[in-house]
T-cell receptor
Framework: LAKTTQPISMDSYEGQEVNITCSHNNIATNDYITWYQQFPSQGPRFIIQGYKTKVTNEVASLFIPADRKSSTLSLPRVSLSDTAVYYCLVVTGAGSYQLTFGKGTKLSVIP | NAGVMQNPRHLVRRRGQEARLRCSPMKGHSHVYWYRQLPEEGLKFMVYLQKENIIDESGMPKERFSAEFPKEGPSILRIQQVVRGDSAAYFC????????????FGPGTRLTVL
């Protein structure tokens, strides 16, 4: 599986848009990019998954350039409740049972 | 529809004792996964089970750790003769099928070994 690299931490003020970029240089043709969110003392929660271009849901947007070597998770107008760790994962095919989590990006939203 | 349930939420054991962690998947889910998270680290895959079958245990330590998912009842992760290095958060996840784009995680069991 392709290794992912993302910033260790980010700070943002409430109401701002936050973009978290993830590098996955060795992504394979069959791989998808998936993001999970984890609040303290809770299990991770699926946010969004994409293969190429742009995917949007009620929580976030995911931007994937044509070469697919990186991706950007965009959180619009963050609030204090968005303070969490965000994990970028590369999964094989449309789903993969063995999820590989890195250390993630710890997002701190400041009032 | 209740989510994935894990119990206990916190478990304290002394070195050498046994730890039993339980996981009830979401209703309608027959695929269960266990992960371990050390402090300040990401989750590491341990084992994947379906009812009465272990599909992949490549992430499980070879000794002292075992998992089961019986026909009836919750999935159990069992750690025998615990050591301090076993202290971690253990998460269970479930999905309705194996190749599915989302795993649903429980709240975890935090094991502390004294």
């Amino acid at each position: 599986l392709a290794k992912t690299t993302q910033p260790i931490s980010m700070d943002s003020y409430e109401g701002q848009e936050v973009n978290i970029t993830c590098s996955h240089n060795n992504i394979a043709t069959n791989d998808y990019i998936t993001w999970y969110q984890q609040f303290p003392s809770q299990g991770p929660r699926f946010i969004i998954q994409g293969y190429k271009t742009k995917v949007t849901n009620e929580v976030a947007s995911l931007f994937i350039p044509a070469d697919r070597k990186s991706s950007t998770l965009s959180l619009p107008r963050v609030s204090l409740s968005d303070t969490a760790v965000y994990y970028c994962l590369v999964v094989t095919g449309a789903g993969s049972y063995q999820l590989t989590f890195g250390k993630g990006t710890k997002l701190s939203v400041i009032p | 529809n209740a989510g994935v349930m894990q119990n206990p939420r916190h478990l304290v054991r002394r070195r050498g004792q046994e730890a039993r962690l339980r996981c009830s998947p979401m209703k309608g889910h027959s695929h269960v996964y266990w992960y371990r998270q050390l402090p300040e680290e990401g989750l590491k895959f341990m084992v994947y089970l379906q009812k009465e079958n272990i599909i992949d245990e490549s992430g499980m330590p070879k000794e002292r750790f075992s998992a089961e998912f019986p026909k009836e009842g919750p999935s159990i992760l069992r750690i025998q003769q615990v050591v301090r290095g076993d202290s971690a958060a253990y998460f269970c996840a479930s999905s309705p099928t194996d190749f599915y784009n989302e795993q649903f995680f429980g709240p975890g069991t935090r094991l502390t070994v004294l």
